[in-house]
Nanobody
Framework: QVQLVESGGGMVQAGGSLRLSCAASGLTFSRYAMGWFRQAPGNEREFVAAISWSGGSTYYTDSVKGRFTISRDNAKNTVYLQMNSLKPEDTAVYYC????????????????WGQGTQVTVSS
């Protein structure tokens, strides 16, 4: 059974930091590109960041460039999202997802999803 389990969410003040983790099981992790998405209340889910199979390539939506960093540890079957300089507009449920093909670098082709973790940034 494939599982993606996010952790590390919480409440933080503006300017603070959080590190999200996503532990994968039941799949050959190193064969999947991994991504982070988020969905704020009343909004559609949006692409945040993606990382290639080996971790050698990363992609970000413009609003998080320079503040967020995606990384992965294939030995631990885990992908991370380090979030710095958080803003109230970063408040959302954050999801990790896995893509075996497709244009994963722009948020397409993801077919495995976690249950999400809440991130709340107060002003």
């Amino acid at each position: 059974q494939v599982q993606l389990v996010e952790s590390g969410g919480g409440m933080v003040q503006a300017g603070g930091s959080l590190r999200l983790s996503c532990a994968a099981s039941g799949l050959t992790f190193s064969r999947y590109a991994m991504g982070w998405f988020r969905q704020a209340p009343g909004n559609e889910r949006e692409f945040v960041a993606a990382i290639s199979w080996s971790g050698g390539s990363t992609y970000y939506t413009d609003s998080v460039k320079g503040r967020f960093t995606i990384s992965r540890d294939n030995a631990k079957n885990t992908v991370y999202l380090q979030m710095n300089s958080l803003k109230p507009e970063d408040t959302a449920v954050y999801y990790c997802a896995a893509a075996s093909s497709g244009r994963w670098y722009i948020g397409l082709g993801y077919d495995l999803w976690g249950q999400g973790t809440q991130v709340t940034v107060s002003s």
